[in-house]
C-alpha cells in the first residue's frame, strides 16, 4: 500500500486546503506556490543530489497536477477530510476510552456488616 501524500503540504500550503479564516486555496495560490517551490526544487538547481532531487521534483510536479485538476482536487480534498474525520473519530474514542478507564471503581463496603434477610437461615 502507498504512504500517503498531503499534497498541499508538498506545495506549501495550509492543510486541508483553507487558510485559518475558511477560504478555500484556488488556482492561482496553487499556481504561485507550485512555482516557488519548483524554482528551489528543480533538478538543475540541486545538482549535489540529483537522485533525490529528481524524485522531489517529480512529487511536487505529480502534486500540482493533483490540485490543479478541479476533477482530482475535490477527490482529494474529500479523501483528505475523510481520513480527517476518522482521526478525529479514534482520538475521541481514546479520549472517551480514558476516561472510562480513570473512572475510580466503588470500593466494595467490606466494613459494613452484612445485613440480614428473612430469607438468610440465620435469621
Known amino acids: 500500500m502507498c504512504d500517503f501524500v498531503d499534497h498541499y503540504r508538498v506545495l506549501g500550503l495550509p492543510r486541508y486546503g483553507e487558510y485559518c479564516d475558511g477560504v478555500k486555496i484556488g488556482k492561482e495560490q496553487i499556481r504561485k506556490a507550485y512555482l516557488c517551490k ?10 549535489d543530489d540529483p537522485n533525490n532531487a529528481h524524485e522531489e521534483f517529480r512529487k511536487l510536479k505529480n502534486s500540482y497536477d493533483i490540485l490543479i485538476d478541479p ?23 481514546r479520549e472517551d476510552e480514558e476516561f472510562w478507564n480513570n473512572i475510580p471503581e466503588e470500593k466494595e463496603k467490606e466494613q459494613q456488616p452484612k445485613r440480614r434477610t428473612q430469607g438468610d437461615p440465620e435469621f
Do not use: G
Open 38 to 47: 519548483a524554482l528551489k526544487l528543480h533538478p538543475d538547481k540541486n545538482s
Open 71 to 93: 476533477k482530482s482536487k475535490e477527490l482529494f480534498d474529500n479523501l483528505l477530510r475523510a481520513k480527517f474525520e476518522r482521526q478525529k473519530h479514534k482520538t475521541q474514542s
